[in-house]
């Protein structure tokens, strides 16, 4: 999520009682609004190292320790878990994905060189191949279809469809998408997770062909 110019991610361990929250927060100044940044939260578990990026450069990171992320709810694209009022994402998102394992730095700066050529869908052949371990992928194509499984979304609320970095993207306004939770996307009990996207944070939302 964006706190100010800053990005932030939160973590939750459900296993500590009480539950323990980790909060990421890059220093202010990460983003600009009406501009495309490529974002990316990733988590090692072997390591217990929690890494946020933008544009494929680690903008914040600590050591969790033994950490088990709770990932077994359902996700939601423009909107906190909670979905309460004020917790909406005013931008677009475009070829949000998610991966059952920690990427790279190499791989991260790769999706983001390969820019409006993007990550080319299955089957081969792949002239920009996704990286390994995808398990979730929402293009924002003028649908909200999951384009490595069956893990479609529904829009709720405010949302429609503008030019995103590679094709359409998905517009937030006053809304989310909902997908429900599933099994292949609890990647928290694995050895790691990775959440990377393409992000134009408002006012402006009229991104340039």
Not at 2 to 24: H, Q, Y
Not at 146 to 165: A, C, L, R
Request: charged share 10%.
């Amino acid at each position: 999520t964006l706190n100010g110019s800053a990005l932030e991610a939160v973590l939750t361990d459900t296993n500590a009682s009480p539950a323990r929250r980790i909060i990421l927060r890059s220093t202010a100044g990460m983003f600009a609004t009406s501009v495309w940044h490529h974002v990316a939260l990733t988590f090692d578990q072997a390591a217990g190292q929690a890494t946020a990026y933008v544009d494929g450069l680690a903008v914040a990171q600590t050591n969790v320790g033994a950490f088990r992320p709770a990932t077994q709810a359902p996700v939601y694209l423009g909107s906190r878990l909670s979905a309460t009022a004020g917790a909406y994402y005013v931008g677009l998102l475009d070829e949000l994905a998610v991966y059952n394992r920690a990427l790279t730095v190499a791989e991260l700066e790769s999706i983001v060189a390969a820019d409006s050529a993007g990550k080319c869908v299955p089957p081969p052949p792949l002239p920009v191949p996704p990286p390994s371990g995808i398990v979730g992928w929402w293009r924002g194509e003028s649908n909200t279809l999951d384009s490595v499984d069956v893990n479609s979304g529904v829009m709720v609320g405010g949302v429609s469809y503008s030019n995103g970095v590679v094709g359409k993207a998905l517009q937030f306004g006053s809304g989310y998408v909902r997908v429900p939770a599933a099994s292949n996307l609890n990647v928290g009990v694995g050895p790691g997770f990775t959440i990377e996207t393409w992000a134009w944070p408002g006012p402006s939302i009229n991104p340039p062909l």
